[in-house]
């Protein structure tokens, strides 16, 4: 085989970089024409495709992506040795490229994502939210080396990725101070009627919800269905509804906002995962993160602590399961 063309395997790296040929022109100040042309090149030359068309975007296929990863080492180390020749000194250590389902709430993001700041090499993490969909597509082409989300990938979906199971925490039902001891006494039936904030309908938590709430025979009156869980907690916050938020950060949920809890589920369950683009994780980081969620955050062993900031939330909380 002969040489690689670098320039074209720039062109090539800078579509699987922007998820498309037009924003890769863009970028490079080039016809979509031209970079057409130099990507069938480098197919013939590689023996190979590089891309398959999915709906109107591009996904890498095998052989794409394995060109894509040396490609990648190839232009950093090219961009650092740059900036070393100018006397500007490497940033070091490593960067993390998070991707977070709207869905997951933002205390626990916090948690899941806090140990790979305090390893010895240093971490720059960029981390973005948006809907799944775009960021399962940011994931195929590689411009995030992770995605948190609250269920796994879904196998019908074109993406080669793998799901990696964080853990799983029960449920506890909160609601402002005012109104917390009322709907505290005769918890789970108290829930009959009262004013529920809910997550969307497309989260897991939504589903999950919905089947225990029609197994004890509660209906709630549902005041408001929205996708942010902080701003959730803020409308809870503020007495507009009860709501419920993970266990495992529970503690965290009582510092941040004047509420407290009122009962808690052991039968609905959050499940939280990370999904990347490999089947074994190689990044350092976010081996870590994977690492402390399970033997940390998620340990069956932990327990929900008093808070001393809230005294009066810290009560006997009776079993919804």
């Known amino acids: 085989m002969a040489h690689l063309n670098l320039k074209h395997l720039r062109y090539f790296w800078a579509v699987a970089s922007h998820g498309s040929i037009a924003r890769a022109a863009d970028a490079l100040h080039l016809t979509p024409q031209t970079i057409s042309g130099q990507l ?39 961009d650092e040795l740059q900036d070393v020749l100018a006397g500007r000194t490497p940033g070091g250590g490593v960067t993390l490229n998070v991707g977070v389902a709207m869905v997951v709430p933002k205390l626990l993001t916090h948690r899941v994502l806090a140990p790979a700041l305090t390893m010895d090499e240093p971490v720059r993490l960029l981390c973005i939210e948006r809907p799944l969909v775009d960021l399962l597509a940011d994931l195929s082409v590689h411009k995030l080396d992770l995605v948190l989300t609250d ?13 990696h199971p964080l853990g799983e925490t029960a449920s506890v039902f909160c609601a402002a101070r005012a109104e917390a001891a009322r709907y505290r006494a005769g918890f789970p039936q108290s829930l009959d009627g009262a004013p529920m904030l809910m997550p969307s309908a497309h989260s897991a938590l939504r589903r999950s919800l919905e089947h225990w709430l029609e197994r004890q025979g509660i209906k709630p009156r549902i005041v408001a269905e929205i996708e942010d869980r902080a701003l959730i907690k803020t409308f809870g916050e503020a007495g507009a509804g009860v709501f419920t938020a993970p266990e495992a950060v529970a503690d965290d949920v009582l510092r941040k906002y004047d509420v407290e809890i009122i009962g808690r589920s052991d039968e609905i369950l959050e499940r939280f995962y990370a999904i990347s683009a490999e089947r074994r994780i190689k990044h350092p980081a ?36």
């Open 40 to 78: 069938r090149e480098l197919e013939d030359q590689v023996g190979g495709k590089l891309f398959a068309k999915s709906g109107r975007s591009l996904t890498l296929t095998d052989t794409g992506r394995l060109v894509f990863s040396y490609a990648d080492e190839m232009f950093r180390i090219g």
């Open 151 to 163: 269920s796994p990938l879904n196998p019908a979906l074109n993406i080669r990725a793998y799901n």
């Open 286 to 321: 976010v081996s870590v993160i994977t690492e402390r969620a399970r033997n940390g955050l998620f340990s069956p062993e932990r327990p929900l602590k008093a808070v001393p900031t809230h005294p009066r939330s810290v009560q006997p909380l009776q079993s919804a399961g």
